[in-house]
């Protein structure tokens, strides 16, 4: 058992996100991390691995692979990643019925041992899988939170960046709405160092642009041939987990659970919340156009109906 000295956080599914997120976690030292896999020895492979790279890179965080959760025991924050990838040709619809039971089971063990986690979700479709684990869980709303948005929004700010040739620095990007095809990208609200990208692009290429970061997912599934992308969503949980490590209070689109904002009701979907110590502190409410609105009403709308499959399910 690892000591308690730093915040522990577990990662659940030793796969590429998981692995990648474990690999970040050390190298950035603000955690001790634990990562376990079903898989027998897959996550002691993966953790010794990352143990030999320590003294090259020079951390000190202290890492474990398991595959047992006595050894996740007292975690800050448990990311939970284990799942099923996306196949080529296969939607993320199509993964529901396989990844609500792991979701399920993997939420009572955490359940268990961490019961005052803040419990960060990954597995797709992310919008149900994060329902599961706050279903299973009990846990009060702020406590459990998805994955998506910072994502899809990272994915725009770098089309955006490539297009103009600037800064990823300078892009800032808002995509709202489930994580789905129907994810709600905010070109009103997005800026390259302060400036509305419309006074920047034409429509037409802003379109292309919104288009690719709806696909973004697929392309990379083309791409990859075997498994889905791993780099940029490993980032964007690390920044989340970080965010409420530190209590940064950072304002980032996440799937949170929503009780009338949005005109949502018990539905975890993408909109802009603080993340603190005390995970989503708050959702913040923007005053959407009726377009926007639509397209965001779509979306929940979407979710709702895997929701209501997955009900079923539990
Ligand atoms: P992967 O197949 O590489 O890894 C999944 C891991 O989960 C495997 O190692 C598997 O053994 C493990 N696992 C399965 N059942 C388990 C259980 N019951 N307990 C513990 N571990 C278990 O997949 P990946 O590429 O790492 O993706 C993981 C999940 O994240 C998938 O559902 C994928 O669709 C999703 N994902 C979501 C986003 C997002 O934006 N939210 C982005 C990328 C991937």
């Given at each position: 058992m690892i000591p308690l000295a730093r915040n522990k956080i577990t990662v659940v599914g030793a796969g590429h996100v998981g692995g990648t997120c474990a690999q970040r976690l050390a190298e950035m030292e603000i955690a001790n991390v634990v990562l376990l896999d079903i898989e027998q020895d897959l996550s002691e492979g993966k953790m010794l691995d990352l143990v030999e790279s320590a003294p090259i890179y020079g951390y000190d965080t202290r890492l474990v692979g398991t595959t047992r959760y006595e050894e996740t025991e007292g975690s800050d924050i448990v990311i939970i990643t284990s799942g099923v990838a996306r196949k080529p040709g296969m939607s993320r619809d199509d993964l529901l019925r396989v990844n609500v039971g792991i979701v399920k089971g993997v939420t009572e063990w955490v359940v268990r041992h961490s019961p005052s986690a803040i419990l960060l979700v990954v597995s797709n479709p992310l919008d149900a899988m994060t329902y599961v684990a706050h279903r299973v869980s009990g846990?009060?709303?702020?406590?459990v939170v998805g994955m998506a948005g910072v994502l899809d929004s990272a994915r725009f700010r770098a089309f955006i960046a490539m297009e103009l040739d600037v800064s990823v620095e300078s892009v800032q990007a808002f995509v709202l709405g489930g994580h789905g095809d129907g994810m709600v990208p905010l070109p009103r609200l997005t800026t390259v160092g302060g400036v509305p990208i419309t006074e920047m692009i034409t429509k037409a290429r802003l379109d292309a642009l919104i288009q690719r970061t709806r696909d973004g997912g697929a392309e990379i599934v083309r791409l990859l041939k075997t498994g889905s992308a791993y780099f940029a969503p490993s980032a964007a949980v690390v920044e989340m987990a970080e965010s409420i490590l530190k209590d940064k209070k950072k304002i980032l689109p996440c799937a949170a659970l929503c009780r009338g904002e949005y005109g949502v009701h018990d539905l975890f979907v993408g909109v802009p919340v603080k993340l603190g110590a005390k995970g989503v502190e708050q959702i913040i409410q923007i005053a959407l156009t009726e377009e926007e609105s639509a397209a965001f009403q779509k979306s929940a709308t979407a979710v709702s109906d895997l929701c209501r499959a997955v009900d079923k399910m539990l």
């Open positions: 846990f009060a709303r702020g406590r």
